[in-house]
């Protein structure tokens, strides 16, 4: 069974960080690129941030450019989200995905993390 358990989300003043983590089981991590999405109140769910299985490849929504960090340690099956500068228009749920390099129809999401950055 495959799972996608995301952590580290929670309450941030602005100009704050925050480092999402994606622990995954249940699949072999290395063949899977992974993803952060996001969605905002009555809005889309719009991409954070892409990186792939093996190159280590990123990138990302143009607005978030230099305050965002995707990275992953495929040791531990996690891959992460480094968030930093953060803005009001940051708040949203934080979703992690894992799609198969080859076979797109193995596709799997975490559960979401909220993400809130007020004063």
């Known amino acids: 069974q495959v799972q996608l358990v995301q952590s580290g989300g929670g309450l941030v003043q602005p100009g704050g960080s925050l480092r999402l983590s994606c622990a995954a089981s249940?699949?072999?991590?290395?063949?899977?690129?992974m993803s952060w999405y996001r969605q905002a109140p009555g809005k889309e769910r719009e991409l954070v941030a892409r990186i792939t299985s093996t190159s280590g490849s990123t990138n990302y929504a143009d607005s978030l450019k230099g305050r965002f960090t995707i990275s992953r340690d495929n040791d531990k099956s996690t891959v992460y989200l480094q968030m930093n500068s953060l803005k009001p228009e940051d708040t949203a749920v934080y979703y992690c995905?894992?799609?198969?390099?080859?076979?797109?129809?193995?596709?799997?999401w975490g559960q979401g993390t909220q993400v809130t950055v007020s004063s």
């Open positions: 995905k894992a799609r198969h390099n080859r076979i797109s129809r193995y596709e799997y």
């Open positions: 249940g699949l072999t991590f290395s063949m899977y690129a």
